[in-house]
């Protein structure tokens, strides 16, 4: 069964403008993980959260986490076209066992 | 970094043969291995949890007889879907976790499967 749920489904942005996913989950989580999938290919790992963070940030990623609302956002700064993809949260509650989200297709036009 | 490799990256076959999908740690020990599924335009769905020396642990709804899964050793489990039929097609796509804490994983290519 899946754990999160990200929103927006799909996001259309500028180039140059933010991006921003958020993600909600259900259960408690030891971490929370966002992946990248570019149409057709496998997933990549962007960036981990643990429980106890608030905030991450990785180049021109920025995820926080807040665990009483049981949500996480994905922000990315300046956006560029190759960021086109699928983006994942996932959350990783008890023996690594990973439960995703339906994922947010984001589009960046030129 | 880590890598997984996944074989083949895509195959065609007909309804009612079976088809084995190999996923591979190729410089890590992976004692889980976990393989997932994705239909079109939908997220990815835990299929089961593959563990090396003995059973692996399926998700509900999710046929352990159809999707028969073998971890032979430390570095390979394999996916074999048994009697394909064309409900079947799906990108399927392992992952094993490795780095500090196991936290992070580290996801094949993906196999794409088409039955006819």
Redesign the interface.
């Known amino acids: 069964?899946?754990q999160g749920e990200e929103d927006p489904q799909a996001l259309s942005i500028q180039e140059g403008e933010n991006a921003t996913m958020n993600c909600s989950y259900k259960t408690s989580i030891?971490?929370l993980?966002w992946?990248r999938q570019n149409s057709?290919?496998?997933?990549?790992?962007l960036i981990?959260i643990r429980s106890n963070e608030r905030e991450k940030h990785s180049g021109r990623l920025r995820v926080t986490l807040d665990t009483s609302k049981k949500s996480s956002s994905l922000l990315i700064t300046a956006s560029r076209a190759a960021d086109t993809a699928s983006y994942?949260c996932?959350t990783?509650a008890q023996?690594?066992?990973?439960?995703?989200?339906?994922?947010t297709r984001l589009t960046v036009k030129p | 970094g880590a890598v997984v490799s996944q074989h083949p990256s895509w195959v065609i076959c007909k309804s009612g043969t079976s088809v084995k999908i190999e996923c591979r740690s190729l410089d890590f020990q992976a004692t889980t291995m976990f393989w997932y599924r994705q239909f079109p335009k939908q997220s990815l769905m835990l299929m089961a949890t593959s563990n090396e020396g003995s059973k692996a642990t399926y998700e509900q709804g999710v046929e352990k007889d159809k999707f028969l899964i073998n971890h032979a050793s430390l570095t390979l489990s394999t996916l074999t879907v048994t009697s394909a039929h064309p409900e079947d097609s799906s990108f399927y796509i392992c992952s094993a976790p490795s780095g500090q804490g196991q936290e992070t994983q580290y996801f094949g290519p993906g196999t794409r499967l088409l039955v006819l």
């Open positions: 069964s899946q030891n971490n993980q992946y057709g290919r496998g997933l990549v790992h981990l994942f996932a990783d023996n690594n066992d990973m439960r995703f989200g339906a994922g």
